[in-house]
Each structure stands twice: as structure tokens, then as C-alpha cells.
């Protein structure tokens, strides 16, 4: 019994555990089971920031050696809080969520370049027509309140 089952009110029936459902990712009845998990989490994710800022800090300590050394020290922060990121909850639902973007993604039916070159040529020629448009609209209006309502522009 935990400590903060006894805080919580946690009762045990006393019975033995069923075996057809122990060990197969039930989830216990016991609160602190779900509350240490969370903390084993948290505890992670801090390490793997930890080992990121370490990677970029050993950038900085070998300022002196090759670039390629400063930029292995860099790439292996990376890899370590990948790494320990990955053994998290959340980290696994985020790569779970990335491979299924990817997935999502490679169903997705590009356009040929044919399609978008044509796309492209009809995107400059419309900015063209917009950019005269804006011009003769500039200038028209430029010609009614300078020469005909103030009278500024007369020669």
C-alpha cells in the first residue's frame, strides 16, 4: 500500500489478482501508480532537455576544435533527448503522431509540374493585374484630388 492511497482512501479487497488481466496494460486502482508515472515522465523529459542544452553547451566548450567535433557534440545531445524523450508517455504519443503525419502525407496526390507550373504562371499573372490595377487606381486618383479638387499640379 502507497502512501498516497492511504491519503486517498485506497481500499483493497483482498483478493488475489486475476491472471487473465494482470500484466496486460490494466490500469491499476491504486492513485499513486498513475501520479508516480507522471512524475517518471516529467523526471525524463527534464533529463532529455538536460542532454539537449548539454549538446549545445558542448558546441560552445569546444569552440576551439574542429567544427565537425563541435557540431558530433550537438548531434548527439539531439540523439540522447530524442532518445530519452521517446521513453516518456507524451513522447511516445508525439512519435506516434508524427509516423502517422507521414503516413497521412504520402497518401496525399501531389500535383504533376505541369499542374503547377500552370498554377504558378496564373498566381504571377494575377499579380500583374493587381499590381496595374492598383497603379491606374493610384494614379487616378492622384489626378482627381491634386489637379481637379486642390488645384496643386497646375503648370
Known amino acids: 500500500m502507497c502512501l498516497v492511497s492511504l491519503l486517498q482512501g485506497y481500499s483493497s479487497t483482498g483478493r488475489a ?3 487473465k488481466t494482470e500484466g496486460w496494460g490494466f490500469d491499476s486502482l491504486c492513485p499513486c501508480h498513475k ?12 533529463l532529455a532537455l538536460l542532454l539537449l542544452v548539454l549538446g549545445v553547451v558542448g558546441f ?4 576551439e576544435q574542429a567544427l565537425v567535433l563541435r557540431v558530433v557534440a550537438v548531434l548527439v545531445g539531439v540523439g540522447l ?7 516518456t508517455e507524451p513522447g511516445q504519443r508525439f512519435f506516434s503522431f508524427a509516423s502517422e503525419s507521414v503516413n497521412e502525407a504520402k497518401k496525399v496526390v501531389w500535383p504533376t509540374r505541369k499542374e503547377t507550373m500552370q498554377a504558378t504562371g496564373l ?3 494575377f499579380v ?4 496595374v490595377f492598383l497603379w ?20
Open 123 to 125: 498566381v504571377f499573372a
Open 128 to 131: 500583374v493585374i493587381m499590381a
Open 136 to 155: 491606374a487606381t493610384d494614379k487616378s486618383l492622384e489626378w482627381v484630388f491634386y489637379d481637379l479638387v486642390l488645384g496643386w499640379r497646375k503648370v
Open 81 to 87: 533527448c530524442l532518445a530519452v524523450a521517446w521513453r
Open 17 to 19: 489478482s486475476v491472471s
Open 35 to 46: 501520479i508516480a508515472d507522471e512524475m517518471t515522465d516529467k523526471i525524463k523529459f527534464a
Open 60 to 63: 560552445y566548450l569546444l569552440s
